[in-house]
């Protein structure tokens, strides 16, 4: 079983920015793709970004391109979200998630794990 835990959510200004990290209890060079979902308020969980096993290819929700940018280190077995130019519409809880599968997923229901999630607030 691997486990997640999300860390560097917060509040932040519009305008502003934020780093998640995610981190694997095992060695993420064991694990397959993994993404970032969020979950705004009154709403659907839905995907935002997504890396392969290697790191070496990305793809991202229309609502976050050019301002968030997902990576991995699997010599430390975490995953990153960078997000720059934060809007009040990005507030949401964001989730890590892994998949067994090497491809890319865009749906919840491609993963396998799931961490807890980390606020992120965007104020006006």
């Known amino acids: 079983q691997v486990q997640l835990v999300e860390s560097g959510g917060g509040l932040v200004q519009a305008g502003g920015s934020l780093r998640l990290s995610c981190a694997a209890s095992?060695?993420?060079?064991?694990?397959?793709?993994m993404g970032w979902f969020r979950r705004a308020p009154g709403k659907e969980r839905e995907f935002g970004a997504a890396?392969?096993?290697?790191?070496?290819?990305?793809h991202y929700a229309d609502s976050v391109k050019g301002r968030f940018t997902i990576s991995r280190d699997n010599a430390k077995n975490t995953v990153y979200l960078q997000m720059n130019s934060l809007k009040p519409e990005d507030t949401a809880v964001y989730y890590c998630a892994a998949r067994r599968g090497y491809g890319i997923g865009v749906s919840t229901a491609d993963y396998d794990y799931w961490g807890q999630g980390t606020q992120v607030t965007v104020s006006s």
């Open positions: 890396v392969t096993w290697s790191g070496g290819s990305t």
């Open positions: 095992t060695p993420t060079a064991s694990i397959g793709a």
